[in-house]
């Protein structure tokens, strides 16, 4: 089993960047799928990026494509979203999560962190 804790959220102006953080612990995430997925309120919990464990496959919504970057730090154990030319209709609840195998739908993945809050202004 791996714990992911989610951190870097906050609020921002549109326009502006902030990068998200993922650290996980117990086991290495170089093993794993890994995604970001985002819930606003009201609505469900959607996918945003994801790599496959050997990262040879990267994945990004159509609404966050060349915008947002995912990236992982395996030596640290660290999964990463890059959040640039944010626009207030990214504000959610943004979530990292880790599975066997990248997929698009979050009944799929089997790990996730506890959310961290990201609020952008217009």
């Known amino acids: 089993q791996v714990q992911l804790v989610e951190s870097g959220g906050g609020l921002v102006q549109a326009g502006g960047s902030l990068r998200l953080s993922c650290a996980a612990s117990?086991?290495?995430?170089?093993?794993?799928?890994v995604a970001w997925f985002r819930q606003a309120p009201g609505n469900e919990r959607r996918f945003v990026a994801g790599?496959?464990?050997?990262?040879?496959?990267?994945q990004y919504a159509d609404a966050v494509q060349g915008r947002f970057t995912i990236y992982r730090d395996n030596a640290e154990n660290m999964l990463y979203l890059q959040m640039n030319s944010l626009k207030p209709e990214d504000t959610a609840v943004y979530y990292c999560?880790?599975?066997?195998?990248?997929?698009?739908?979050?009944?799929?993945?089997?790990?996730w962190g506890q959310g961290t809050q990201v609020t952008v202004s217009s």
């Open positions: 999560a880790a599975s066997s195998y990248l997929a698009i739908t979050s009944e799929q993945w089997h790990y």
């Open positions: 117990e086991r290495s995430l170089s093993s794993y799928a």
């Open positions: 790599l496959s464990w050997s990262d040879r496959t990267v």
